[in-house]
């Protein structure tokens, strides 16, 4: 599985953002795809996820009720919709997939390159 992200940018505080992630390959309903992200000089750290089976969805306490993520089973993509972005959403968003059904997400096995986005104040 290869995935592919897009959507990244800079963005005014406040505003909206919409990142893409297109997985190559199949994807099984076993699967679960979400995001992840790192700002500068942290750790990596789950963002949100959608699990393929029944679109059970799982989110970061700090991102709840800004973000909003979805899939198209046809494409085999996945989208995170964010909302209301702050200058500490300033991260690199990495797209991931794991083949296990587990709505976090906590150890995926695949990984995309990562995608940047800036939120200034």
């Known amino acids: 599985v290869q995935l592919v992200e897009s959507g990244g940018g800079l963005v005014q505080a406040g505003g909206p953002l919409r990142l893409s992630c297109a997985a190559s390959?199949?994807?099984?309903?076993?699967?679960?795809m979400g995001w992840y992200r790192q700002a500068p000089a942290k750790e990596r750290e789950f963002a949100a996820a959608i699990r393929w089976s029944d679109s059970s969805t799982s989110y970061a306490d700090s991102v709840k009720g800004r973000f909003a993520i979805s899939r198209d089973n046809a494409k085999n993509t996945v989208y995170l919709q964010m909302n209301s972005l702050q200058p500490e959403d300033t991260a690199v968003y990495y797209c991931?997939?794991?083949?296990?059904?587990?709505?976090?997400?906590?150890?995926?096995?695949?990984w995309g390159q990562g995608t940047q986005v800036t939120v200034s104040s």
């Open positions: 390959g199949r994807i099984f309903s076993s699967y679960t």
């Open positions: 991931a997939a794991d083949s296990r059904p587990f709505v976090r997400m906590p150890s995926p096995d695949y």
